[in-house]
T-cell receptor, first 112, second 114 residues
Framework: GQQVMQIPQYQHVQEGEDFTTYCNSS?????IQWYKQRPGGHPVFLIQ?????EVKKQKRLTFQFGEAKKNSSLHITATQTTDVGTYFC????????????FGKGTLLTVNP | DTGVSQDPRHKITKRGQNVTFRCDPI?????LYWYRQTLGQGPEFLTY????????KSRLLSDRFSAERPKGSFSTLEIQRTEQGDSAMYLC????????????FGPGTRLTVT
C-alpha cells in the first residue's frame, strides 16, 4: 500500500519561532490531507491539497503540495503554545477515494 | 453535539475477554471508518463502511475482530479473546461519500488489556 515518510519525528521550538514538517512519498499522490492531534485528543482535519504546486494558507499555517505531487509541507510562522500537538499527513491509499494512510506524524512542542 | 461520538471512552479488560465498542457518526455521513492508533504512530486503517456495507477490511484485522453497521447509522467493533497486543486507541471517523472528503474523528476508545 501507499507509504509516506514524515520528518522530523519531533520538533521543539521557542514560542515565536517557525516550524516546518515534511511529508514524502516515493510515488505520485492524487491528493494529501493534513491533520492535527492535540495531546490526549483526536485527529482534526486541517486541509486537503489536490493540485500540483498548490499552496494554501490558514492564518499562520502554510501548506504546499510539490510540483511532482510526491511531497508536501506544513509551515507554521511564529509558533504559539496553542500550536502544540502532532501533525499528520495522510494520503489516499491506492487511489481508493476513501482509505487514508497516515504518516507517523511530527510532534511539535513549544516553549513559552 | 453533532460530532462523532464513541462509547466507552476507556475500557480495561483482562486477556481473553470480549469487548465491544460503539461509534455514532455525524448523521448525514454515510461513510464510516475504524482506525487503531498506538503511541507514537499515526492512525492505522482497520475497516470502512459505505452505509451498511463493509467494503474493506485491513489485513491488520484478524478473525477476532468484527465490525458491523446494521442500519447504516451507528457501528460496533467487537474484539473477541482480547490479547495484550490489542491495547490501543480505537478511533472511529465518518465522512461524506463521492470523493475523498475530510474525515471527522471521534474521541476514541482507549483499550487496555491486562
Amino acid at each position: 500500500g501507499q507509504q509516506v515518510m514524515q520528518i522530523p519525528q519531533y520538533q521543539h521550538v521557542q514560542e515565536g519561532e517557525d516550524f516546518t514538517t515534511y511529508c514524502n512519498s516515493s510515488t505520485t499522490l492524487s491528493n494529501i490531507q493534513w491533520y492535527k492531534q492535540r495531546p490526549g485528543g483526536h485527529p482534526v482535519f486541517l486541509i486537503q491539497l489536490v493540485k500540483s504546486g498548490e499552496v494554501k494558507k490558514q492564518k499562520r499555517l502554510t501548506f504546499q503540495f510539490g510540483e511532482a505531487k510526491k511531497n508536501s509541507s506544513l509551515h507554521i510562522t511564529a509558533t504559539q503554545t496553542t500550536d502544540v500537538g502532532t501533525y499528520f499527513c495522510a494520503v489516499d491509499s491506492g487511489g481508493s477515494n476513501y482509505k487514508l494512510t497516515f504518516g507517523k506524524g511530527t510532534l511539535l512542542t513549544v516553549n513559552p | 453535539d453533532t460530532g462523532v461520538s464513541q462509547d466507552p471512552r476507556h475500557k480495561i479488560t483482562k486477556r481473553g475477554q470480549n469487548v465491544t465498542f460503539r461509534c455514532d457518526p455525524i448523521s448525514e455521513h454515510n461513510r464510516l471508518y475504524w482506525y487503531r492508533q498506538t503511541l507514537g504512530q499515526g492512525p492505522e486503517f482497520l475497516t470502512y463502511f459505505q452505509n451498511e456495507a463493509q467494503l474493506e477490511k485491513s489485513r491488520l484485522l484478524s478473525d477476532r475482530f468484527s465490525a458491523e453497521r446494521p442500519k447504516g447509522s451507528f457501528s460496533t467493533l467487537e474484539i473477541q479473546r482480547t490479547e495484550q497486543g490489542d491495547s490501543a486507541m480505537y478511533l472511529c471517523a465518518s465522512s461524506l461519500s463521492g470523493q475523498l472528503y475530510e474525515q471527522y474523528f471521534g474521541p476514541g476508545t482507549r483499550l487496555t488489556v491486562t
